[in-house]
């Protein structure tokens, strides 16, 4: 009896296109691409290979030109931005190179955000919040602002933002590029080990072998080709 995969990210025959002139550039070039939830994948390429524009379509942040793509089994292909954003407020947390804090906010107002956005009630927001803190280490950390912290505690506290709403899917854009290297082993281990706490799957663009070594699955992309 074969066993049914639940895919999070199911993408058949993908391509994106930019005008250059009077050419017809193909940023992503028939991607088909299956990762299974709880996955922790990555994907490598050089800059302008493609592998940004494949994360941001894989978190509804761009649209597509051609083929599928099923993000928890919902065709997202055909979806207006109103419901794009819907989903993705819902099921998509992101961790980026420059972690992206609001910088007047102190480190709980910025992990709670997702949850504000999203109409949970002050309660929930307060004790979702101190959890996922407590998870990541930074609980007497929560009244500094960005600017009061370190490289690896700002990624900790961009990690916590987009896990506390217990997203299916977080994409994550060179996470560890700016850390050195003891933290950006803490900080892989650690969002590893939520990971797998929280059955999220990652989806991450890195060339760095301190993450890769890390991931289940690695996807290589060149000139907008997956191999």
């Known amino acids: 009896m074969t066993e049914t995969v639940d895919y999070v990210i199911d993408i058949e025959g993908m391509s994106k296109y930019y005008a250059l002139g009077e050419d017809k550039i193909s940023a992503v070039n028939k991607v088909s691409l299956k990762i299974p939830g709880g996955a922790f994948a990555a994907v490598c390429g050089p800059s302008g290979s493609g592998k940004s524009t494949l994360l941001n379509i894989c978190g509804l942040l761009d649209t597509f030109d051609a083929g599928q793509y099923h993000l928890n089994k919902t065709n997202v292909g055909g979806l207006n931005e109103t419901e794009r954003t819907k989903i993705r407020r819902k099921e998509i947390g992101f961790i980026f190179q ?93 969002m590893k080990e939520l990971g797998n706490q929280f059955s999220v799957t990652f989806l991450i663009a890195t060339h760095d072998e301190r993450m890769t070594r890390h991931c289940d699955k690695i996807y290589n992309i060149t000139d907008g080709v997956l191999a």
């Open 98 to 190: 420059s972690y992206n804090l609001i910088p007047v906010m102190d480190v709980f107002d910025n992990v709670a955000y997702p949850l504000r956005l999203l109409g949970k009630d002050k309660l929930q927001i307060k004790a979702e919040t101190a959890k996922i803190l407590e998870k990541v280490g930074l609980t007497k950390f929560a009244t500094r602002i960005p600017d009061q912290l370190s490289g690896g505690q700002r990624q900790r506290v961009a990690i916590a933002r987009a896990l506390v709403k217990r997203p299916t899917l977080v994409i994550a854009d060179e996470p560890t590029a700016n850390l050195d290297t003891k933290t950006a082993e803490t900080i892989v281990a650690l």
